[in-house]
């Protein structure tokens, strides 16, 4: 991803922001905080003020540690916790895929919940 956005330097600074709320999302405050520093340093560089200050929100929220707004999680939940799990199922039933003794109608808590 980081090669594609060299290649498309007007873009950059929005791109790195949008990695950097999505390592947010999961948590990883450090790739997170990586992301929105390069994105303010490319945006700084360009002299662009609205990825800028974006930026500079990101990295206050990162070193907050403030998790995304409520409305950013969605908002079926639970269907989309089903949906995984029958997923999980279909592809251990995949041939190739089923392991012995492991039960396909079993997800483990934390590959739903991450």
């Known amino acids: 991803m980081l090669q594609l956005i060299g290649n498309t330097e007007e873009f950059a600074p929005a791109a790195l922001v949008n990695l950097a709320e999505g390592a947010r999302a999961f948590g990883d ?11 303010l340093e490319m945006a700084r560089s360009r002299k662009d003020a609205e990825p800028e200050r974006v930026a500079l929100e990101v990295l206050r929220n990162i ?38 003794g492991a039960d396909p109608k079993t997800v483990p808590e934390s590959v739903v919940t991450g």
């Open 29 to 39: 405050w450090t790739q997170a905080g990586r992301s929105a520093k390069l994105a």
């Open 63 to 100: 070193a907050g540690r403030e998790p995304l707004p409520r409305e950013a999680e969605p908002e079926h939940r639970q269907r989309i916790e089903n949906l995984i799990r029958r997923f999980m199922v279909r592809l251990r039933k995949a041939p190739g895929q089923h392991q012995p």
